[in-house]
C-alpha cells in the first residue's frame, strides 16, 4: 500500500502524555500519514499543545473536538472519522507511544480486507513519571529494554525482538486492545464506524472489532513492533457491565452494524 495512513489518536485531558506520543510520531521511518486527534472533550491546554506542536510537526495534525460529557469515546471517532480522506486507518490511544517503524510496519502488512491487531507492552508507573519528567522517548534498542526490564519498568521484551509480520487468521475477539488497529477506510465505513450506544468505558473496541469480523474481515495479528503503553489509573467501570451485555447481544446477533454509528450524526453537527 502506498497511499496516506490516517493516524486517529484519541485522547483525554492527558497533554504530557499526548506530548511524548506526538515526539514518537515525529520519529518515524515513514512520514507518509496525516494525524487526526480525538479528543474527547479537554480542556485547553491540550488544544494549545496540539497548536503549538503543529507548527513544526513533519505531518499534518488535525484536532477534532467535542464537548466534554464524560467518557464518549465512540462518538469522537465517528466524528474524527467523517473527517478522514485517506484509504486506510490506524486507531491507537494517547497513552501508546509508537515504536519508530510502526507506520512502516503497518503499511507494508496492509492487506485487502484484513484487520491487523498490534500488542503492547506496560510501562511502570515510576518509568512513565520519569518519561514524563524528563520528555524522552525510549529508544527501542535491545540494551535500553534489558536494563528497563531488570528494573521491572517494562512488563516484557519478547514481542521488541521479533521481526515484524502477520499471524495466521484468528477467528476469536480475544486480546483486543485499543493500543493500535489498522485497516482499510471503508471497512470502518461499511459497518457504520463505532456504536455510541456503549457509553462510559469498556468494549466499544470489541463491538467494533466484533462487526468487522461478521462482516467478512479478517482479523490477523501484528508480530513484533508494539506500542508502549504508559501506565495511569484505571478508568471508571461504572458503566461496564451494561456495555458487556451490548457486547455479548452483538455477538449472539452477528451484528455488523453500529445501532448508533456514523449515518445517525447530525448533517449540521461539528466537532
Known amino acids: 500500500m502506498n497511499d496516506s495512513i490516517a493516524v486517529i489518536i484519541s485522547t483525554y485531558n492527558n497533554p504530557d502524555f499526548l506530548s511524548l506520543v506526538l515526539a514518537a510520531y515525529a520519529k518515524q521511518s515513514d512520514y507518509h500519514f496525516n494525524i487526526y486527534i480525538a479528543d474527547d472533550g ?18 499534518k495534525i488535525q484536532h477534532v473536538w467535542h464537548e466534554d460529557q464524560g467518557f464518549r469515546k465512540a462518538r469522537i471517532h465517528n466524528l474524527t472519522l467523517q473527517h478522514v480522506k ?60 534489558i536494563k528497563n526490564r531488570l528494573k521491572n519498568n517494562i512488563n516484557r521484551m519478547f514481542p521488541l525482538f521479533l521481526p515484524a509480520h502477520l499471524s495466521a487468521v484468528k477467528k476469536r475477539l480475544s486480546g483486543i486492545h485499543g493500543c493500535h488497529i489498522s485497516c482499510h477506510t471503508k471497512h470502518l465505513l461499511h459497518i457504520n464506524g463505532f456504536d455510541e450506544s456503549f457509553e462510559g468505558w469498556g468494549r466499544e473496541d470489541s463491538d467494533l472489532v466484533a462487526r468487522l469480523l461478521h462482516s467478512g474481515i479478517q482479523r490477523k495479528n501484528l508480530r513484533g513492533t508494539p506500542v508502549l ?3 495511569h489509573e484505571e478508568n471508571s467501570r461504572s458503566h461496564l457491565n451494561n456495555n458487556d451485555v451490548l457486547l455479548q447481544t452483538c455477538l449472539d446477533e452477528k451484528r455488523q452494524q453500529s445501532l448508533r454509528g456514523i449515518r445517525e450524526l447530525s448533517d449540521k453537527e461539528e466537532p
Open 229 to 231: 503503553h504508559l501506565w
Open 86 to 145: 485517506e484509504d486506510y486507518v490506524l486507531l491507537t490511544d494517547g497513552d501508546c507511544i509508537p515504536h519508530p517503524h510502526l507506520i512502516a510496519t503497518h503499511r507494508r502488512l496492509a492487506q485487502e480486507g484484513t484487520l491487523i491487531c498490534g500488542s503492547r507492552i506496560l510501562l511502570s508507573r515510576a518509568y512513565t513519571e520519569h518519561l514524563c519528567q524528563t520528555k524522552d522517548i525510549p529508544s527501542f534498542t535491545a540494551l535500553h529494554y
Open 42 to 59: 479537554s480542556d485547553t491546554s491540550t488544544h494549545n499543545l496540539i497548536e503549538q506542536t503543529s507548527r513544526d510537526f513533519p505531518v
